[in-house]
């Protein structure tokens, strides 16, 4: 089976249960139904409850762009902070990196792209001109020891240019680890990686940076997230996002998945035997919670088949 | 080392629709067989001769068999849980049968209403008159992957391969298996088969059946069962997923470079043909995202 981690540490990425992209404001805009403040509140002290070790909690981009993400201070202020899990915050540029600090965040997260027509559709910048961008937060987060989680979006395919160089990868996640990214997350946006891709991709980008600095972001649009997540193990890879009950749909493929669902990936990991330190059950019950407040069904197949009793008792049976 | 080249064998046709609430009329059948057929499936399991009384869907069983455009080259295997029903699909004209055991004697009792070893019992008749009526065999396992212990699996594998079945399919029937359990019952098992006569059939109940699926690629098996559209839920969770679909384990493969001899688009028409008779969505992720990009 290969050399898997004892251990993985899962980070949450709940920002993506909103929205991902700046440009989608419009589509968001659109949306009738925003989150309550109160309930992303509710969701981010459930999942904290979790055993989840870090829980992406908010993103400080203008709220013109996300007004989904309008109350970021407010949330980061009512959140019930475990003193075991930390609240990375989105921070695209210096002026959300203070309002982020203003507000208490102790961790933030740039977002770059390998690929140059999506990093000018979506943060309207060529590449280089975005890792300047994050250099001036990452050199003033390094001042004010705030550490700096980098996210490099197309990693396995982009959907303006199709597949992407895999050195060109290896090249932006090296220059965010060398100005001071403690971890890179690898995002396959459009979910369009396979076993076969994931593979060559981090061959490449493990040539420049260590595996303990990287993280894997995969998407299930092709339903391959999972396959995907255990390729990267085999690897070395053990820090895994995922998204609560798999929300967040694909913002390029109308009604198509998006992210994996945090239920799925825990199950699997446990399953192998892998220590998360996750409460599979209490992730189940929060996903329960946000789907209901959000009036949707879960996209987690674990969720999905718990909702049976018989099966359930089975499967809890499996995750002690 | 992966394998180079992958069979897939396509059991929406009958595990699929079997296991479907709406009953489709046989000249919709036939058209998704003949759909499969073009797309470049090499085994395509057709239709089921068992009683009509217990599965309704499969009451058009001759019908199906006489009138689907058989191609050069693919298989068409029938499923056969006795003798009679072995009788009556070699008159019909299969050539290849499938049989359906358990490795769990709850399971066993439940499903096919007896004991693990009076089921072997049966399958070796059916395995030697199909020896005689030259007619191939393969078997179709069900084990709770991680439930069950792999050493009984084992057993049971070796028990039937040495009756003479060309092929073992080994089930994870409720989804339950994870990239560990597969490992530990694969292992156990490819002591007692050699490999190339091991074919695995994973349920997408949990999510799990492309990493596992990747697990057993990984050691050695290059027989992957899979269903058009994801069709055929799982019977024992309500509104669960069951069967996982042929489109995304084609994409999988593909990706990695393995060869299937599968023309994935050809694919997704059959699958969008079915899921439009059925009215129900496909439960594929690759025919779900394909259609909006």
């Given at each position: ?12 990425s709940y920002e993506e249960l909103i929205q991902d992209y700046p440009w989608l404001a419009r589509w968001l805009q659109e949306e009738k139904e925003m989150v309550p403040t109160r309930v992303k509140i ?14 992406e909690a908010t993103s400080f981009v203008s709220s013109k762009w996300v007004p989904q993400m309008a109350d970021h201070t407010e949330v980061l202020q009512a ?9 990375p915050v989105l921070t695209p540029n210096m002026h959300g990196f203070q309002d982020a600090v203003a507000a208490g965040a102790?961790?933030v997260a740039v977002f770059g792209s390998?690929?140059?027509t999506f990093s000018r559709k979506n943060i309207n910048c060529s590449?280089?001109e975005s890792?300047l961008r994050f250099?001036e937060v990452?050199?003033t ?10 996210y490099?979006s ?35 946006t ?58 967040g749909g694909?913002p390029y ?41 959000l ?26 | ?293």
């Amino acid at each position: 089976m290969g050399n898997f981690p004892t251990t993985v540490k899962h980070c949450l990425s709940y920002e993506e249960l909103i929205q991902d992209y700046p440009w989608l404001a419009r589509w968001l805009q659109e949306e009738k139904e925003m989150v309550p403040t109160r309930v992303k509140i509710q969701l981010i002290d459930m999942l904290s409850e979790t055993g989840l070790p870090v829980i992406e909690a908010t993103s400080f981009v203008s709220s013109k762009w996300v007004p989904q993400m309008a109350d970021h201070t407010e949330v980061l202020q009512a959140i019930h902070r475990s003193s075991h899990v930390r609240y990375p915050v989105l921070t695209p540029n210096m002026h959300g990196f203070q309002d982020a600090v203003a507000a208490g965040a102790t961790e933030v997260a740039v977002f770059g792209s390998a690929s140059e027509t999506f990093s000018r559709k979506n943060i309207n910048c060529s590449i280089d001109e975005s890792i300047l961008r994050f250099e001036e937060v990452i050199c003033t987060a390094k001042q004010r020891q705030i550490p700096v989680r980098g996210y490099v979006s197309c990693a396995l395919g982009c959907p303006y240019e199709g597949p992407i160089e895999f050195t060109k990868v290896a090249e932006v996640v090296k220059r965010l680890y060398e100005l001071g990214c403690y971890e890179v997350s690898l995002g396959d946006t459009i979910g369009v990686g396979t076993p076969g891709s994931m593979a060559k991709m981090l061959h490449n980008v493990m040539k420049e940076v260590p595996s303990s600095a990287l993280a894997v972001h995969c998407h299930d649009t092709y339903g391959q997230a999972l396959a995907n997540i255990l390729t990267a193990l085999q690897m070395g890879i053990c820090t895994v996002d995922s998204s609560v009950a798999g929300l967040g749909g694909c913002p390029y493929a109308q009604g198509a998945s998006g992210n994996v669902s945090t239920e799925d990936v825990l199950y699997m990991l446990h399953g192998m035997g892998i220590k998360t330190g996750v409460d599979l059950s209490k992730v189940i019950e929060a996903g329960d919670f946000i789907c209901k407040a959000l009036n949707r069904k879960t996209n987690s197949k674990v969720a999905q088949a718990s909702g049976d009793y018989s099966v359930h008792c089975r499967m809890k049976k499996i995750n002690t | 080392a992966l394998p180079e080249r992958v069979k897939i064998v396509e059991v929406g046709p009958r595990d699929g629709l079997q296991n479907e609430k709406t009953l489709v009329p046989t000249e919709v059948k036939i058209h998704l067989i003949d759909m499969l057929s073009e797309a470049g499936l090499p085994v395509i399991e057709a239709t089921s001769f068992v009683s009509p009384k217990w599965v309704p869907q499969m009451a058009d069983q001759v019908e199906v068999m006489k009138g689907i455009n058989r191609r050069p080259g693919v298989s068409y295997p029938v499923l056969t849980p006795n003798l009679k029903g072995f009788q009556a699909a070699v008159k019909a004209g299969a050539a290849e049968v499938a049989i359906f055991g358990a490795a769990s004697e709850l399971f066993s009792k439940k499903n096919i209403n007896c004991s693990v070893d009076e089921s072997l019992q049966r399958f070796e008749e059916v395995t030697k008159a199909a020896k005689e009526a030259g007619v191939v065999v393969y078997i179709s396992l069900r084990c709770l992957v991680g439930q069950v212990s792999p050493d009984k699996v084992a057993q049971v594998a070796k028990r039937l391969y040495s009756m003479g079945c060309y092929e073992i399919s080994l089930g994870d029937t409720i989804g339950v298996g994870t990239p560990g359990g597969m490992t530990e019952m694969l292992e156990a098992v490819s002591r007692e088969v050699p490999v190339d006569a091991l074919a695995v059939h994973c349920h997408d109940t949990y999510g799990q059946a492309l990493a596992n699926i990747l697990i057993a690629l990984q050691m050695g098996i290059s027989v992957v069962d899979s269903s058009v559209a994801g069709l055929g839920g799982c019977p024992y969770a309500q509104g669960a997923s069951g069967n996982v679909a042929t489109e995304d384990v084609v994409y999988m493969l593909h990706g990695l470079g393995i060869q299937t001899g599968v023309d994935l688009p050809k694919l997704m028409d059959a699958g969008a043909f079915i899921c439009s008779s059925l009215n129900r969505k496909t439960s594929s992720k690759v025919a779900q995202a394909a259609c909006k990009l």
